[in-house]
């Protein structure tokens, strides 16, 4: 037998004499084994750390894209019916279904949605601050909008940074995505309290502030790379850093009366300074005493006071908007410090911009006629918020089309900005592709969903439908017996035939009856201007005894013209839906209602029907025209489900009972 090998005899792999192992190389391999385990202690370290960081959604959004990615990003946002879809979102076990016009919207905000702001890249300082300010209700008046959501207190701060509801939450999620929102069924502030809840705005307003911010750091940061390199402590060929736009002017908000500025400023103050912060503090803020001077409503105006005899007997909603001070023509800057807000600040050294449209309008259309080009400050807008919709319908909507069609376009001065330093997409013209628009609308309309579906934002639009929408619509709330009938134009053609369609229509089938049947009390509803000029025009041609009362009116007028009306002096009253928002006039002697279009606010179909005079005919009609372009409104009046039947139905004519 050969001699046994001993572990030091055998070979090495090639073959040759292995070499025993010495002490050094023990300590070696140890050594490695040691760095190994840190290695990989530190890479899971790391990936955890970048799971629990939150994505900084600001610097993707600013980060330059080539123009064929933008135009790629556009392209991808459609849907291939043009339709959108629905998706629901999920937060705290509470679903929220929103719509979108992006496939993948599912992957870009998730399905589920967090609760708390630690999920997102806000600034500490604001999460100290919304943690403070919905606490629970304290004693004092100015802090009667705080509220305890019942979760853990934060450490640090002593109150736990969460969204108040589900929906807030969702909200914030598509804002901070930076993407197109338009949210509906937005409520009015309650004019009863001094200091309103108000979730929608709060949410609007933690973005706003923290883009604002955001973009602050960024100037900030770049500024200091320049002083580095002009110093010699950088490289000498290194570019600048490109963090600029033309203006410093960053956020847009349009509203439609001061009460709502007032209401926007006054939160907005109480996120950035105070949680607690009331009309007394204002006195210590840069323009703080003259804006409460003009946007407070102070004493309160005869006509805006809610215990006021113009505001006895009526609505709610109409208390709610009218109440304060209504004047719908101002334009404010708002400038954010380290550790204050300035207001009234100049434009081209604001970050927010509070305005109504007329307000801008006036400016844009003095500018034009001098070509002073004085509204170039909307050249760099990022974010355009456009509250309470609805109302500035009412007002004129094209005065807000005129003001996006002068946003985003590149200025003809330089207005001191620093060339090197500003965004190649801004030089490029793609600001508008950049451009976040959020709507908030207490009800959707053709104009509004055109409005929104025309933004070019590449991060597509998500659409919150109405909470507590009524699927059963309003006619259950007239609460006079009147019989229903909905008439439908068949054929209505293209959009730019349906209103000389419609007009014959209502000729052939309802104003001949109207005019042979010489009874008194008759009501013509006319949704927009435009119909309403119509109408009076062919009631004119008619030489039919009519009055017509519009929100034009003078109030002499109107009290002459309602008081003929009651008596049956005038037998035909033609009245606007924008008369019945300003004013809810109660009309008496009213006896049929014809519907030439049905209103937007839906609430206004039952009103006016529960004005009917019940006394003087036994049985009361009304009747309403609506194509397929009334959709909208037919749904909020019916129903959904009783308004898709009536669209689709072979037949023409529906009658409601009474």
Excluded at 9 to 19: F, L
Excluded at 123 to 143: A, C, D
Excluded at 351 to 364: K, Q, Y
Aim: proline content about 4%; glycine content about 6%; hydrophobic content about 35%.
């Amino acid at each position: 037998m050969g001699k046994r090998r001993t572990r030091t005899d055998r070979g090495d792999a090639n073959g040759g004499p292995s070499v025993p192992p010495t002490r050094d190389d023990a300590q070696e391999k140890k050594r490695r084994t040691r760095t190994q385990k840190k290695e990989t202690s530190q890479d899971y370290s790391a990936k955890v750390q970048s799971a629990r960081e939150p994505e900084d959604t600001f610097a993707a959004h600013v980060a330059e894209r080539d123009p064929p990615d933008v135009t790629a990003d556009e392209t991808r946002r459609r849907d291939e019916n043009g339709k959108l879809v629905r998706f629901r979102m999920h937060c705290d076990g509470e679903e929220v279904r929103v719509l979108s016009n992006r496939n993948d919207m599912n992957s870009t905000l998730g399905c589920r949605v967090p609760a708390d702001l630690e999920a997102y890249s806000v600034k500490e300082r604001l999460r100290r601050h919304w943690g403070t300010l919905h606490r629970n209700k304290t004693g004092g008046r100015e802090g009667e909008d705080m509220e305890n959501e019942g979760h853990e207190v934060m450490e640090g701060s002593g109150i736990a940074p969460r969204f108040v509801s589900a929906r807030q939450a969702c909200l914030f999620s598509a804002l901070h995505r930076y993407a197109d929102v338009c949210l509906l069924g937005r409520e009015m502030p309650d004019s009863s309290q001094r200091s309103p809840k108000d979730p929608s705005l709060d949410a609007l307003l933690l973005h706003v502030v923290n883009h604002v911010m955001k973009t602050s750091d960024l100037v900030k940061r770049g500024n200091e790379a320049a002083k580095a390199s002009k110093a010699g402590d950088g490289a000498e060929d290194a570019e600048p850093q490109r963090d600029q736009g033309f203006t410093r002017g960053k956020v847009l908000v349009l509203l439609p009366l001061r009460k709502f500025a007032f209401h926007f400023v006054r939160r907005l103050m109480r996120l950035v300074m105070l949680p607690n912060f009331g009309h007394k503090h204002f006195k210590s803020v840069p323009g703080g005493a003259q804006f409460l001077d003009e946007y407070g409503d102070g004493e309160e105006e005869e006509l805006g006071a809610p215990s006021s005899k113009h505001m006895q007997g009526k609505p709610k909603d109409f208390r709610d908007t009218f109440s304060g001070n209504t004047d719908d023509h101002f334009r404010l800057g708002v400038k954010l410090t380290k550790s204050s807000v300035k207001l009234y600040s100049d434009f081209y050294k604001s970050d927010i911009i509070v305005a109504s449209p007329l307000g801008l309008v006036t400016l844009i259309n003095d500018a034009e006629r001098t070509q002073e080009k004085a509204f170039e400050f909307l050249s760099s807008i990022e974010v355009l918020c456009v509250d309470h919709a609805d109302v500035l319908m009412m007002q004129n909507w094209e005065h807000v089309l005129t003001i996006c069609r002068h946003a985003c376009r590149v200025p003809a001065a330089s207005h001191g900005a620093d060339v090197m330093r500003i965004r190649e997409w801004c030089l490029a013209g793609h600001s508008r592709s950049y451009l976040q628009t959020v709507v908030f609308s207490s009800y959707a309309t053709a104009d509004l969903n055109n409005f929104c579906a025309g933004a070019r934002n590449f991060e597509g639009l998500v659409k919150f439908p109405p909470q507590k929408s009524d699927a059963s619509g309003v006619t259950k709330y007239v609460t006079a017996p009147v019989k229903q009938l909905f008439m439908r134009l068949a054929d209505p053609g293209a959009v730019e035939e349906e209103a000389d369609r419609k007009m014959d229509h209502f000729c052939k089938e309802i104003l001949g009856r109207v005019l042979e049947s010489y009874s008194p009390g008759v009501l013509i509803f006319a949704r927009s201007y435009f119909d309403f000029l119509r109408l009076r025009r062919k009631l004119d041609d008619e030489n039919a005894d009519f009055a017509a009362l519009s929100e034009y009116t003078e109030r002499s007028d109107a009290d002459r013209i309602r008081s003929h009306f009651a008596s049956g002096k005038t037998r035909i009253l033609l009245y606007s839906e924008r008369a019945h928002f300003y004013f809810r006039y109660k009309l008496k002697g009213v006896r049929d209602v014809v519907f030439y279009s049905l209103p937007d606010h839906c609430v206004f179909y039952s009103e006016i029907l529960s004005m009917v005079d019940q006394g003087k005919i036994q049985q009361p009609t009304s009747t309403a025209l609506f194509s397929k372009y009334d959709a909208l409104q037919l749904g909020r009046v019916v129903g959904t489900r009783e308004a898709k039947k009536m669209l689709t139905s072979e037949t023409e004519t529906f009658l409601l009972a009474a």
